[in-house]
């Protein structure tokens, strides 16, 4: 470490410059080098599984009554009596030029439908990811203080298997809850379409209850371990007020961890909304995929699902790149 | 070193441990150490025999069950609670993990910033000139300030901890077990610095070690802990001529890097033979390991029913030790013609 000693102070200033020549260049090629191979390995799993599923897609569309006939010409008009490889080679051009395909069922390109379908699961994801965050963190951080100071004992260990239980909470048992509490008995909210925040509030609530409980258990555990350490002794003992303290030596250290889990989380929450919007009857991106699988909508199941898996992936890559500006010891694998 | 009243910081009939109620766990019985102005109080003894309790108690950050500590003989309680805190700053620990004593988040510069000033009063830039030279007495580079501590190594960590001791200006240091954790090459590099800031700063230490070259090597008095208990307090000389049969044990348990004796050829310590520290046997509380006592010599049975007192043991008063058979040659020695 005493050869990085001379250089160093000169390449901290601009964010270029710190790119060039530093642990970013080989930590930035190592990130981007996953990016590409899990949307290649997405790209074909994908085509792969949608075909292997029993069922046909031609049948599908004309219907139980229809003819042998009339199937074999719809399977001709959609490509599918093509080999294999030659249907991957055409969805792949497709893809080359940002063509996703066209609907088997409607006749619309995908994405066209992903344009109008995609922001109310964007929209959904966001606010779940806002009350897991301002559920997790305040509420993780207290937990630990309180434990690591040994207040509220009852309430402290009790809260580990009340996280575990609530952390276990499928979505769909979280949603039925949910609307059987609020919309339900108390009616406050509505129990499915409607507009605005409100219709909102509920299937937000179902996918982040369960990512909450694990991120507040993970951040009460983090926030432990930091007060744990000599440095926080060291710097009580100089008198440091709580919210300095908190704020200067408990939280910077704390975030790390959490951003990690973090990004997996909005990742789940991804996938959450496909049951939230199914049980709040929502038109998104993934009460479609639902639609679409059931009808061998190959184009449209491909689609959505590879704009999700981009959407995960780029995610992941926000997290790592923030990771490594927060604490540089990422970018070299020099955490301890 | 008998003499409270020329003594910086003194512990006097310390009984502490952590805890409260029937949970609660005594650690130190009775613990009388006075650190001389000046000088290097080493305190030595096997692990769990409260080494680190008493540098807890000595820079305040644990209250003794009984008995006082004093600061320039003034009884820290007696003070105000400006006065305490004031009295906390002239008092600086070095913790024994020079990695988990720094935090992973912040450049050396914001943590001797911190030190500096505490409550963040002044502007950032305000600290360079200062910070400058803690690295330099601590022989780092400037350049290390903006740093981060995972680029440093463990005994670089331990000179930045070090620096940051320093950043009040602290008469007394207590160090305990610094360099336990690093390289005997780096560990030599880091007891030179100790020594080398006590004579450029006067400063006063209090050496928590296990090891005993390391004690003889650093210190001016001794202090030995044994469950809790100091057996036995001097000179250095302690350890080259003991008076009490557990430093004499102590000694002649150091491994001998000729291999001509073992630990074991000198009857030495078995750790199953080491009695719990929460239960401690009755008199003596050596009694059950003493090779000249109750096990050996059937008329000695007053071992085991009463404790020895930590008495002089030369007209000097450069001797004490906490047992009933002290072994003569001490006192011959300055007895004799």
Known sequence: ???????????????????????????????????????????????????????????????????????????????????????????????????????????????????????????????????????????????????????????????????????????????????????????????QGGSGPTAMILPALSIAIAPAAVLTRLVRNETAAVLSQDYITMAMSKRLSNTRLLLRHVVPNVVTSTLTLGGLILVALLGGTVVAENVFNMPGAGAEIVHAIVRRDYPEVQGIILVLGLVAVLINLIVDVTLGLLDPRVLTGARS | MTHTDESVLSAVGVSAGYGSGPRSRSVLHDVNVAVRRGGTMGIVGESGSGKSTLAQVLVGRLTPIRGVVRLDGTDVRRLSRRERFAARRRIQLVPQDPYSSLDPRMSVERTLAEAIDPRGRLRAGAHRERITELLESVALDGSA??????????????????????????????????????????????????????????????????????????????????????????????????????????????????????????????????????????????????????????????????????????????????????IKAVIQDEEGP
């Open chain 1, 1 to 191: 470490m005493a050869t990085t000693a001379a250089g160093a102070p000169a390449v901290r200033r601009g964010l270029a410059r710190r790119v060039a020549g530093s642990p970013w260049a080989g930590y930035l090629a190592r990130r981007l080098g996953g990016v590409v191979a899990v949307l290649a390995f997405l790209i074909v799993v994908t085509f792969m599984i949608v075909r292997w599923v029993p069922g046909d897609p031609a049948r599908q569309i004309v219907g139980l009554t229809a003819g042998e006939e009339q199937v074999r010409q719809v399977r001709e008009r959609l490509g599918l009596t093509e080999p294999l490889w030659r249907q991957f080679g055409t969805y792949l051009r497709g893809l080359a030029h940002g063509d996703l395909g066209t609907s088997f069922t409607t006749g619309q390109p995908v994405s066209s439908m992903l344009s109008q379908r995609l922001p109310l699961t964007v929209e959904l994801a966001m606010s779940a990811l806002v009350i897991v965050l301002v559920v997790a963190i305040p509420l993780g951080t207290a937990v630990g203080v309180a434990q690591q100071r040994g207040r509220a004992r009852v309430a402290t260990s009790s809260f580990g298997v009340g996280a575990s239980v609530i952390g276990a909470m499928p979505e769909y048992i979280a949603g039925t809850v949910l609307v059987y509490v609020f919309a339900l008995t108390l009616r406050w909210l509505p129990v």
């Open chain 2, 145 to 326: 300030a903006k740093r981060l501590p995972h680029e440093f190594s463990g005994g670089q960590r331990q000179r930045i901890v070090i620096a940051r001791a320093l950043a009040v200006r602290p008469e007394v240091i207590i160090a305990d077990e610094v360099t336990s954790s690093l390289d005997t090459s780096v560990q030599a590099e880091i007891l030179e610095l100790l020594l080398d800031l006590r004579e450029r700063l006067g400063l006063t230490y209090v050496f928590i070690t296990h090891d005993l070259a390391i004690a003889q090597y650093m210190c001016t008095d001794l202090s030995v802990l044994y469950l809790g208990t100091v057996i036995e307090q001097g000179t250095t000389d302690v350890l080259t001529r003991p008076a009490h049969p557990y430093t004499e044990l102590l000694r002649d348990s150091r491994p001998d890097p000729s291999g001509r004796s073992t630990p074991a050829a000198a009857g030495g310590l078995a750790t199953e033979d080491a009695a719990d520290p929460a239960n401690p046997p009755s008199g003596c509380v050596f009694h059950p390991r003493c090779r000249y006592g109750p096990r050996t010599h059937e008329d000695r049975t007053r071992c085991a029913v009463e404790p020895p007192i930590l008495a002089d043991l030369l007209p000097s008063r450069e001797r004490r030790a906490a047992c009933h058979y002290p």
